[in-house]
Nanobody, 119 residues
Framework: QLQASGGGLVQTGDSLRLSCTAS????????MGWFRQGPGKEREFVAA??????YYAESVKDRFTISRDHAKDTVYLQMSRLTSEDTAVYYC????????????????WGQGTQVTVSS
């Protein structure tokens, strides 16, 4: 299971850190991804971390950072310089395979955490 947390209401320009904690099995060798779904929008790729490195969507590159703490079996998404365009429900997900930014490729999903950025 994956448990996402850390969402909230922030203002434009603020920072926020999301956490995704794994339980029930180890996800240490999985590809871990963050996706988001804004109001009236389709779910979109945000960032992923796998053995080959890290990859970001162009819209968040240089503002968001994905990282992993193996000891805690937790993946983080540090978000900075947030804008209203970042308002969405954020989901963490995992897959036993290489990088993919196609959400159906992911096997396990957290429940989502709401991020709202007010201007």
């Amino acid at each position: 299971q994956l448990q996402a947390s850390g969402g909230g209401l922030v203002q434009t320009g603020d920072s926020l850190r999301l956490s995704c904690t794994a339980s029930g099995r180890t996800f240490s060798s999985d590809t871990m991804g963050w996706f988001r779904q804004g109001p009236g929008k389709e779910r979109e790729f945000v960032a992923a971390l796998w053995t080959g490195g890290k990859y970001y969507a162009e819209s968040v590159k240089d503002r968001f950072t994905i990282s992993r703490d193996h000891a805690k079996d937790t993946v983080y998404l540090q978000m900075s310089r947030l804008t209203s365009e970042d308002t969405a429900v954020y989901y963490c997900a995992s897959r036993r395979g290489d990088l993919s930014y196609y959400y159906p490729d992911y096997d396990y999903w957290g429940q989502g955490t709401q991020v709202t950025v007010s201007s």
